[in-house]
């Protein structure tokens, strides 16, 4: 087997056995597994907004590109529905290095206007997203 075979196939092994523990005992408001049982490189996430704050009340959908050298590399994650946030590209992909993060870092945004009116118009920041959480919904 080459290495990049070996890599994938310990890359496979361990989405299995991480989906097997998602399956068993999921954070609370994340739901997350593979889109098809043909690629398990391939995930959807669904993620309840978190309570107190613009977000809450919404279901934010994702996807998560997982790469044949996982976990030696970050998967890519990418929200299919419209999100307004410092650390997430106008595209819906994840800023990297805030994929645990509590806060925005609006030092090294994604998203510029997004990081500027979280810093200087919170109140319309959060209109903003609500409104995203809305649409997401169906109820605009």
């Known amino acids: ?9 310990t890359a496979l092994k361990r989405l299995m056995k ?4 998602l399956t068993v005992n999921s954070p609370d ?6 889109v098809s049982e043909d690629d ?13 704050t613009p977000f809450e009340g919404g279901v934010l959908t994702a996807t998560l590109t997982f790469p044949r050298d996982y976990p030696l590399s970050p998967p890519v994650m990418k929200f299919t ?4 946030h410092p650390n997430v590209y106008k ?6 290095s805030i994929l645990h993060a509590p806060e925005p870092n609006d030092e090294s945004a994604a998203n510029l206007d997004a990081a500027k009116m979280w810093r200087e118009d919170r ?3 959060e209109r903003i997203v609500r409104r995203n ?8």
């Open 40 to 52: 398990f490189f391939i995930w959807e996430a669904l993620i309840a907004g978190p309570d107190e």
């Open 81 to 84: 529905c419209p999100i307004f």
């Open 123 to 125: 109140k319309e920041y």
């Open 18 to 21: 991480e989906y097997k523990e």
């Open 133 to 140: 959480v809305r649409a997401s919904l169906g109820l605009d």
């Open 1 to 9: 087997m080459s290495r990049q075979g070996a890599s994938a196939a």
């Open 91 to 96: 595209d819906g992909t994840v800023c990297i």
């Open 29 to 34: 408001g994340i739901t997350a597994g593979p």
